[in-house]
């Protein structure tokens, strides 16, 4: 294996300008759930949403556009510890082997679960047209026939548009607060009889209460599914809480549950929230 160098952050100059799901009782009714991660929490400062959150959120920020993928992984029983460090080295080192990827992340969801999801991979782009690519890049279609459908009975891909403050560090989830945390992947089917407007208001409340919360939330970013070949799930939400405790106070506390039942619950078929803790998995060109 050959050593790779880490990307240089200056490369981000050449970018184009249902009940609530909460720890002890998951999704209930409708069909979704909450996985825990069983992994060691975190170590470190606790965090509480505090009264500067309120006043760090009404400033204003351009922001930028990125493509943001999630695919979710059901590993079959089988699987060993060492083809399951493989598979999740090789995807999260194939990022220095491709070009248009911004920011990736890769984790293992450690309960079972009624959906039989495993693994979930994170991979932010500039463009769609980079998304694309992806897709069909001859070195990725190989660790994916190599290393992970050969362990896996399943997978599920979401893709969405969103945008992220420009700056550097942000858009490239580059610097020390990105370094560890906890990543949490919300899932949804919105109702064929949900309004534009229901869903609008059910997505722009999620992305205001995250953004209420920097004491708590590192970033968080939304969009809709615009993947063809899975529509599964209608929209989907990835947010870098800064530890698994921070995680645990937002998806306890009475905003989000208050939000989750006014908002989305009436107006959902379908959802999954998991989470994976943030350890960097490889850093050699497999």
């Known amino acids: 294996m050959l050593r790779h160098s880490t990307m240089m952050i200056h490369q981000a100059l050449a970018l184009p300008r249902l009940t609530h799901p909460f720890f002890n009782t998951g999704f209930g009714s409708n069909g979704g759930v909450f996985l825990h991660q069983s992994r060691k929490k975190n170590q470190g400062v606790a965090f509480s949403a505090d009264d500067n959150d309120q006043i760090s ?66 991979v932010r782009f500039q463009r769609k047209e980079d998304l694309e690519k992806f897709y069909e890049n001859p070195l990725f279609l190989k660790v994916l026939n190599e290393h992970v459908t050969p362990f896996c009975h399943g997978l599920t891909n979401v893709d969405y548009e969103s945008e992220v403050e420009d700056d550097i560090l942000s858009i490239f989830r580059k610097g020390e607060e990105y370094n560890y945390g906890e990543e949490f992947v919300l899932l949804v089917t919105f109702a064929k009889n949900a309004s534009e407007k229901n869903i609008k208001d059910a997505m722009d409340s999620f992305a205001q209460l995250t953004s209420s919360l920097p004491s708590l939330v590192v970033q968080s970013t939304q969009g809709s599914n615009f993947n063809d070949s899975s529509k599964e799930f209608t929209h989907a939400a990835v947010v870098r809480f800064r530890s698994f405790d921070a995680m645990e106070i937002f998806v306890e506390g009475r905003e989000y549950k208050d939000m989750w039942k006014s908002q989305f619950e009436p107006f959902i078929e379908k959802s999954v929230a998991l989470h994976f803790s943030i350890d960097p998995v490889g850093t050699d060109v497999m």
């Open 57 to 122: 959120s009404s400033k204003s920020i351009q922001t930028r556009k990125v493509v943001e993928h999630v695919c979710l992984l059901k590993a079959k029983e089988s699987l060993s510890e060492e083809n399951e460090k493989d598979m999740l080295d090789y995807l999260y080192t194939s990022q220095y082997q491709m070009r248009g990827i911004v920011a990736i992340s890769v984790g293992c969801i450690g309960d079972k679960n009624s959906e039989g999801y495993t693994h979930a991979l994170f």
